[in-house]
């Protein structure tokens, strides 16, 4: 059990369609991050928010791709309108206290 | 900016065999350093990190590093690795803002 809690596990997807990804942080912790895997790049970040306001979102790579934090606990990342190249293993993860992360179970996401 | 490189991008061992990976890190302030190992198909797992004291870290499966402030590096080592061990590894930082950067990953193969 990780403990960050991401929804779907899998999402496939035409292009051109919205794509919602769905993060739940474990209670308490005050910051979040979102992270892309590749094979070609890695883990990327994407943006991160400290007690729910975006603090860097420099590598959100495209006005395609939004991200909320409407609450202390909860954060979508949105990709609209999604393309092939979207296509990765989305992480978030949430932090506490003095750099403790813990990350999500991760969404795959295929976009075809 | 901070950045991370691991050098060695993928590893093969046989069981029982030593294993060091590599990691520096470039960034002009004070850091905390981490190392995550990833199995095939699962979330991002801490392995140990260091904030500060003691430059050997030790951490969980056998897991230590050395943190080299005048080399920049933060190695990983194995005395003897097992078959369960195959995973990707990585290195990642931290700075004083809390944006946890990671190193490209060391995929690593125990054969039995």
Known sequence: DAGVIQSPRHEVTEMGQEVTLRCKLISGHNSLFWYRQTMMRGLELLIYFNNNVPIDDSGMPEDRFSAKMPNASFSTLKIQPSEPRDSAVYFCASRSGTYGYTFGSGTRLTVV | ?112
């Open chain 2, 1 to 112: 900016a901070q950045s991370v490189s691991q050098h060695n991008h993928h590893v093969i061992l046989s069981e029982a065999a030593s294993l060091e990976l590599g990691c520096n890190y470039s960034y002009g302030g004070t850091v905390n350093l981490f190392w995550y190992v990833q199995y095939p198909g699962q979330h991002l797992q801490l392995l140990l990190k260091y904030f500060s004291g003691d430059p050997l870290v030790k951490g969980i499966k056998g897991f230590e590093a050395e943190f080299i402030k005048s080399k920049f590096s933060f190695n990983l080592r194995k005395p003897s690795v097992q078959w369960s061990d195959t995973a990707e590894y990585f290195c990642a930082v931290s700075n004083a803002g809390n944006m946890l950067t990671f190193g490209g990953g060391t995929r690593l193969m125990v054969k039995p």
